[in-house]
């Protein structure tokens, strides 16, 4: 059974700093591309950031280049958001993703429940 649960989310005020964590379980983790998405209230979930199985190749979404680092380490099936400067408009439900390729555009196909961060002006 994959699971992949969230943590590190809460409340914050701008400028801030958080760190989300994943913790992946159920699949071989090293093979997967994984990913950081969103969804803010009101409105669609979109990619913060993705990274390949090896972690050597990283995506970051205009919105959050240059302020939110992912990382993972396979050695822990674990994935890291570092977000720092955050923004109210950062406020969003955080979920990490798993996509069953070396590539990671494309759909994901595994999903965890999300953590809350909310970011105050």
């Known amino acids: 059974l994959v699971q992949l649960v969230e943590s590190g989310g809460g409340s914050v005020q701008a400028g801030g700093s958080l760190r989300l964590s994943c913790a992946a379980s159920?699949?071989?983790?090293?093979?997967?591309?994984m990913g950081w998405f969103r969804r803010p209230p009101g409105k669609e979930r979109e990619v913060v950031a993705t990274?390949?199985?090896?972690?050597?190749?990283?995506y970051y979404s205009d919105s959050v280049k240059g302020r939110f680092t992912i990382s993972r380490d396979n050695a822990k099936n674990a994935l890291s958001l570092q977000m720092n400067n955050l923004k109210p408009e950062d406020t969003a439900m955080y979920y990490c993703a798993a996509r069953r390729s070396s590539f990671c555009s494309g759909q994901f196909d595994y999903w965890g429940q999300g953590t809350q961060v909310t970011v105050s002006s």
């Open positions: 159920g699949y071989t983790y090293s093979s997967y591309c």
């Open positions: 990274i390949s199985p090896g972690g050597a190749r990283t």
